[in-house]
């Protein structure tokens, strides 16, 4: 072989060399950016999945939070709801036919009763000089309404005892109280018919005594207004005795 030929050869070799060598890294390079898409997308999928989760923790911390405070706000509404019935006491109970086609009510849990000191104003009668006075006289009653049971101690009246030493009332013992409802310091008592019952002269101011110091001796009652029957009265008695407003404590 003659030395161009052996040149010739040479020079072939080494383009087919070269273009072996850019192919191969021509696919390599290929190979690399198609693992790095890959990594890529992996990453972008991983980056979804974990802001799909936040969201969905995040909502599910907002649910929980709603019904939480939902929860509260039932029981504080509940809890309103008891104090306003603890100032508002009926004592008369219908059985006519309507009533009783009504559905039961639900009852409400009724509070722990407590024992408590209270005071009645009952009338000592002087046979010596026939004067009347208004004096407190103790009584210890269980309740949990410690305004409705004074009134009702009021309404028994004296004991055997207190009747000996001239202790008496002007009181009927057969009165009623059918409501009691307590509003800005003023206790509004509704009495049946019985509440007339011989109300005339001292009888009468004496008995409106009695009713208005022994409402009045709880630091939540200023002031009394009575109502007979449910019905406001600007007088009573056969004297005209006004009880159109609220009464207070008058200087005996």
């Given amino acids: 072989m003659s030395q161009g030929s052996r040149k010739q050869n040479s020079t072939q070799s080494r383009k087919k060399g070269g273009s072996t060598s850019r192919s191969a890294a021509a696919k390599k390079k290929s190979g690399n950016t198609t ?22 923790m995040t909502v599910i911390i907002i649910l929980i939070n709603y019904l939480f405070d939902a929860g509260r706000g039932a029981k504080n509404k509940q809890n309103t709801s008891d104090k306003v019935i603890s100032l508002d006491f009926r004592t008369d109970k219908k059985t006519d036919t309507a009533d009783a086609d009504k559905p039961e009510e639900k009852k409400v849990e009724e509070k722990p009763v407590s024992e408590q000191p209270v005071k009645i104003y009952l009338i000592r009668f002087n046979d010596k000089t ?123």
């Fill in 35 to 56: 693992q790095t898409k890959k990594v890529r997308n992996t990453s972008t999928t991983t980056a979804m999945y974990a802001l799909a989760i936040m969201v969905l």
């Fill in 130 to 252: 026939e004067h009347a006075s208004l004096i407190p006289v103790k009584r210890t009653i269980q309740t949990d309404f410690p305004l409705r049971d004074a009134m009702q101690e009021l309404i028994k009246g004296p004991t055997q005892s207190e009747k000996k030493r001239g202790i008496l009332s002007a009181v009927p013992a057969n009165l009623r109280i059918k409501s009691i409802r307590c509003k800005n310091g003023i206790a509004t008592i509704d009495f049946n018919e019985t509440i007339e019952e011989g109300a005339n002269g001292t009888i009468l101011l004496h008995r409106i005594d009695q009713i208005v110091f022994t409402a009045t001796q709880f630091d939540t009652v200023n002031g009394v207004r009575i109502t007979i029957n449910g019905q406001n009265r600007k007088f009573i008695g056969s004297d005209g005795l006004s009880i159109s407003g609220s009464l207070y404590r008058r200087r005996l």
